[in-house]
């Protein structure tokens, strides 16, 4: 008989099993091959820090210097607005078209700042595009129509002149000077690190291996047209969640609101300028007439009047209705997954723009009639369909909010 202290030989195995030996301090285990289940992938190897090494390479900051050159770009424009304005108004004038142009401006952008609710635009952003259209794309304009108005004159006719600069050439320009504002917000600002461990993560981001770079790119997300823009957090494309992403209405509500404040601006500017001229006209020939003994009234200042009738009760809506056709192209291109789409939709939009401003221009050489008839046809329809984008974009954002309460 074998004695109690011996153990049998399948005891001793499942007693090896239960308690498995240690592993020594300086013992490396050969790793096991991994096995593809069906239907899932591998597991990616872990890389510890990899969101943090990424996140803070891509964490740069925008100098201050292109702000500062902003500021005294706009501010040189402003002076220079304001000089050629005076000169062709004068300085009553000028007070007046101002004061007269003020009027229908917290409207407009009061409709701007409802869909921006729905956009969330930065205010710094929309006072940069506001001052934009007021000062910088307005001297690029008066400048430019004039040098183009000269041209087209001297080398087509008064007449033919005249109406090729009106229909062709002011829409090309303002439209483009309008437009520029836009892209400026998304066009690449010299970016520099912030420290010396940013750089040191840049530089290791850029220098690691294979798996490590396809994971930086994998968060990134590159998007042939918007891989060297400045990412801004309203044109950010919807995630993939679906065979077909598509341009979610925040971003389109982006697009319009920047096109709108431009817009605004320049109208106000241009405003400005066709009332001053208009009441200094009025006050001439009142003064011509009846000298300075009467008393003035309002028929000695019709021109005024329909001037103001015809662009601030009429048409307060005609600019931000033509650049919001830009800002909707931008949005469009930035934020689709179609790449036929991103190409064509910005020149669309651009185009779009160009020839409702013409055929906007071309009505006010039709007579009343011509110009009522265009306005019902065209302007009334186009802004119908604005308001109702707004709508519904504005309805679409506070339902994804009730629902995510």
């Known amino acids: 008989m074998s004695s109690p202290s011996s153990g049998s030989p399948p005891m001793e195995a499942a007693a090896a099993a239960a308690d498995p030996p240690t592993r020594a301090a300086d013992a490396r285990l050969i790793p ?64 007046v078209g101002m004061g007269l142009a003020m009027l229908p401006l917290p409207f407009v952008l009061g409709a701007l700042a409802w869909l921006n609710q729905t956009a969330r635009v930065p205010l710094r952003h929309t006072l940069f595009c506001l001052a934009w259209g007021a000062f910088a ?5 008066i400048m430019a129509n004039g040098w183009a108005s000269d041209f087209l004159i001297t080398h087509q006719g008064s007449t033919r002149g005249g109406t090729l600069g009106a229909e062709f050439a002011t829409p090309l320009i303002e439209e483009t000077a309008k437009g520029a504002a836009l892209l400026l917000l998304v066009l690449p600002v010299r970016r520099r690190l912030r420290c010396r461990a940013e750089r040191t993560c840049a530089v290791l981001a850029r220098r690691a291996p294979g798996p490590l770079r396809r994971s930086a790119r994998r968060l990134r997300r590159p998007h042939p047209l918007r891989a060297r823009l400045r990412p801004l957090p309203y044109f950010r494309p919807r995630p993939r969640t679906r065979t077909r992403a598509r ?11 920047l096109g709108g404040v431009t817009a605004c601006g320049f109208a106000f500017t241009e405003n400005a300028l066709y ?37 601030g009760l009429l048409s307060p809506f005609a600019h931000p209705l033509f650049t919001a056709l830009t800002g909707l192209g931008l949005a469009i291109s ?10 064509l939709a910005a020149p669309v939009g651009l185009l779009l723009s160009m020839a409702l401003h013409g055929t906007w221009n ?40 009730l629902r995510r309460k």
């Not at 891509?58 to 005076?86: D, E, H, K, N």
């Not at 930035?334 to 190409?343: V, Y």
């Open 247 to 257: 341009s979610n209405p925040r971003t389109l509500a982006a697009g319009t609101v």
């Open 32 to 95: 096991e091959p991994r096995v593809r289940r069906a239907g899932l992938p591998l597991p990616r190897p872990p890389y510890p820090g990899l969101d943090n090494l990424v996140r803070r390479a891509a964490r740069l900051r925008y100098p201050a210097i292109s702000s500062v050159l902003a500021g005294f770009t706009l501010a040189g424009c402003a002076a220079l607005i304001l000089q050629l304005v005076q000169r062709q108004t004068g300085t009553t004038g000028l007070l």
């Open 275 to 311: 009332l001053g001229r208009a009441f200094t006209d009025d006050q001439q020939t009142r003064l011509d007439s009846i000298g300075l003994g009467a008393a003035p009234s309002l028929r000695d200042y019709d021109s005024t009047v329909h001037t103001f009738v015809l662009r």
């Open 362 to 401: 071309a009505a006010a050489g039709l007579g009343t009639h011509g110009f009522l008839l265009v306005y019902g046809l065209l302007m009334v329809p186009c802004f119908a369909a604005l308001v109702c984008f707004s709508v519904w974009a504005r309805a679409r954002t506070v339902r994804h909010l």
């Open 334 to 343: 930035l934020t689709t997954a179609r790449r036929w789409l991103a190409r």
């Open 137 to 141: 794309a307005t001297t690029v304009a």
